[in-house]
């Protein structure tokens, strides 16, 4: 199993030096054997598929791996390979920017995240739940900067598209109760926070929040 990653790694990162090697074969067939360009067709078509492959996919085939570790830094390192990443793939682009702004988040650049995941989002996001988690973050993010209106926004989009999980729902509709809260819509903010609850999420820190919240909720009159 470790052989066939180490094998699947060195094809991935060298793809481009792989592709020079088979072209030159080639030549070397096509120029030194009798007939040989009838041969030589067969790694032109490899090193051509090895070019495209470097540039329209790049090392995001190997990233998964290291996130599923938990090997953050190596998941950095490999998009930090990405030299020109407007060439990927849109699917794969999208992936690209989303975890970029994912660790961005953690770095607290805000600034950076949220131009990240909108990138992702004009790359167009393969699947609906996360697209939908693309607002969920760009309403957290939109919380913290203090714009209120845009985090509705982002948020209630985030619910319309739809979410990966209960966690995840249940998190957007807290959000959106601590919105209508700042901005005194007290009954609204009691809706949401009833549809968090209603969620019934499993994450502990999902489950402590909606706790917490549902001190502040009963405190509200009406």
Sequence with gaps: MFKNIR????????????AVFLLALGFLAGFGMHGGW?????????????????????PMTMIQSYIEAGDMEGAQAILKKVKYPNLLYKPIRSSYYMIQANFSTLDEDLDKAESQLRK??????PEKEYEGTAYLQLGAIAIKKGKTKEAYENLTRAVKIGLPDKDNEATAYLQLSSV????????????FFNKAKACKATNPQVVEQVKEMAKYIARIPG
């Design 120 to 125: 992702s989002l004009e790359s167009g996001v």
């Design 38 to 58: 009838w041969i030589a067709w067969i790694p032109f078509l490899v090193a051509i598929f090895m070019v495209v492959a470097h540039f329209l996919i790049g």
């Design 180 to 191: 209508c809260i700042q901005r005194r819509d007290f009954r609204n903010a009691k809706v």
């Design 7 to 18: 094998v699947r790694k060195f094809l991935v990162f060298n793809r481009i030096p792989i």
